[in-house]
T-cell receptor, first 112, second 117 residues
């Protein structure tokens, strides 16, 4: 079945270390997105990509980086510059603006 | 500014009771509107969507939503709530600037639904 796979489900890192979250989709969707979710704040857009080798900053891109070398993959790197990285991260993809997004099951990152 | 507001942070209902979750948006044109549901520690599942046509849309799990342009609202309803409906619900809107852009999905803050037996 088609879908979005995020790995790992739980991730622990020491403060000051960079960490990369994986997102893979087999839906043949052009657009992919990364959101951050914190309690009481809804979902906030970090980065998005509408085509391979192109991506745009979202509302809270500082301290994060992405790449889009393949249509299926959109990894997110949380760098040491991100001041408060502990959060639940959700990856999504979309076929068009009329279809809404398909979400992965998320990665919970804890930085200690 | 474009925004999405869910006025109720937490709603508690009894099983079998009716439910209405509120969503308001601020946007100059007709938006693309969605409702999602999220169980704890999980991703989001699409319940229903609206972008044109009949303003009352039906979704999965017995949910429906009504678009009211005059009130800039897209409220989610269910006639009889089941215990399994307990989750967090998000209203979301694509504010599209035109052209070939996909637009970006902007979420409300979410409403946590608790269901009492």
């Amino acid at each position: 079945d088609g879908g979005i796979t995020q790995s790992p489900k739980y991730l622990f890192r020491k403060e000051g270390q960079n960490v990369t979250l994986s997102c893979e989709q087999n839906l043949n969707h052009d657009a992919m997105y990364w959101y951050r979710q914190d309690p009481g704040q809804g979902l906030r857009l970090i980065y998005y990509s509408q085509i391979v080798n192109d991506f745009q900053k979202g509302d809270i891109a500082e301290g994060y980086s992405v790449s889009r070398e393949k249509k299926e993959s959109f990894p997110l790197t949380v760098t040491s510059a991100q001041k408060n990285p502990t959060a639940f991260y959700l990856c999504a993809s979309s076929l068009s603006r009329l279809d809404g997004y398909t979400f992965g099951s998320g990665t919970r990152l804890t930085v200690v | 500014a474009q925004s999405v507001t869910q006025p109720d942070i937490h709603i508690t209902v009894s099983e079998g009771a009716s439910l209405e979750l509120r969503c308001n948006y601020s946007y100059g044109a007709t938006p693309y509107l969605f409702w999602y549901v999220q169980s704890p520690g999980q991703g989001l599942q699409l319940l229903l969507k609206y972008f044109s046509g009949d303003t009352l849309v039906q979704g999965i799990k017995g949910f429906e939503a009504e678009f009211k342009r005059s009130q800039s609202s897209f409220n989610l309803r269910k006639p009889s709530v089941h215990w399994s409906d307990a989750a967090e619900y998000f209203c979301a809107v694509v504010f599209w600037a035109g052209g070939t852009s996909y637009g970006k999905l902007t979420f409300g803050q979410g409403t946590i639904l608790t269901v009492h037996p």
